[in-house]
């Protein structure tokens, strides 16, 4: 007669694996289809008229590819993006197509010459 097979399960492994499958599910609804995250987009500034960030782009190394030296920063859902033209949300962001949410300059940032604008801009040209 042949012998018995004992069959032993380990629950752990199954409830590791099970909880593995519901994070990785989740993870890819939320960031695929439900677009559930924020993006930081730069839009170009003009100084004389605006308070604007500034980052020194003579050394190339230094510098995004979108070569801004002088930027507005603009927090909008994933979701939203697509409604920019050519990755530029300047023109979404500032009609009111899309919601952005402007980052405004501090004080300490003026300070510190990281953004300048009409008043200040005379310590950069």
């Known amino acids: 007669m042949p012998e018995e097979v004992k ?3 380990n629950y752990f492994l199954y409830i590791l ?3 593995c499958l519901i994070a990785i599910i ?4 939320f960031f695929y289809f439900k677009k ?3 993006f930081i987009v730069e839009a170009s500034c003009n100084p004389e008229t605006e308070t604007c960030f500034y980052r020194d782009c003579t050394n190339p190394d230094d510098c995004p590819p979108n070569n801004l030296s002088y930027y507005n920063e603009y927090t909008l859902k ?3 993006f697509k409604s920019c033209l050519n990755e530029d949300c300047t023109l979404a962001c500032t009609t009111g ?3 952005c949410v ?4 501090t004080e300490s940032d003026i300070s510190d010459g990281t953004c300048v604008g009409p ?6 040209n």
């Open 7 to 9: 069959r032993e399960h």
């Open 17 to 19: 694996l099970g909880s």
């Open 26 to 29: 989740s993870s890819f609804y």
């Open 36 to 38: 559930d995250y924020n």
């Open 78 to 80: 994933a979701r939203d």
């Open 97 to 99: 197509v899309i919601n």
């Open 102 to 105: 402007k980052t405004e300059c």
């Open 119 to 124: 008043s200040n801009d005379d310590s950069k």
